[in-house]
Each structure stands twice: as structure tokens, then as C-alpha cells.
């Protein structure tokens, strides 16, 4: 899963290199928080917050194969 938001994001920004994703494991859930350099913060979020829900929607099709719950925050 991790794998999976690295790939999205790094498609989106200017500066791959300053994409990271740090997992917070619980019991059923996972929190995934995603931080990019200041200035592709806004290409993550997309219009009216378009393409973080797709990011979204595509991680929670994901995570329902393996009977997880994710959770993903887009971090300043």
C-alpha cells in the first residue's frame, strides 16, 4: 500500500525525491501519511480536492482486498 501512494504521488510533483509515506499500523486500520515538498502540495490536492479523494477512493479499493481499513493524510 505504501508502494501504491509512492507511485501516485511521485506521478503528480515536481520533486519526486521529497515524496515520502510513513505507515502507522493498528489493529484493522492504517494510517498512511503522505508528505511532499511546500510547493506540490496543491498538485496533490487537485482542484477542490479532487485528486486526493481519487487517491483516496483508489487506496480504500485496495485495502478491501486485504480486510484492512486505510486512512490517507496529506501532511504540510
Avoid: Y
Avoid at 24 to 31: A, F, L, M
Amino acid at each position: 500500500m505504501k508502494e501504491l501512494i509512492e507511485v501516485m504521488a511521485k506521478a503528480l510533483v515536481d520533486a519526486p525525491e521529497l515524496v515520502t509515506v510513513t505507515e502507522n499500523k493498528g489493529d484493522q486500520t492504517s494510517v498512511f501519511e503522505l508528505r511532499v515538498a511546500k510547493g506540490d502540495v496543491g498538485k496533490v490536492i487537485g482542484k477542490e480536492g479532487r485528486t486526493a479523494q481519487s487517491m483516496r477512493i483508489i487506496l480504500g479499493a485496495a485495502s478491501a482486498k486485504l480486510k484492512r481499513r486505510c486512512v490517507l493524510e496529506i501532511l504540510d
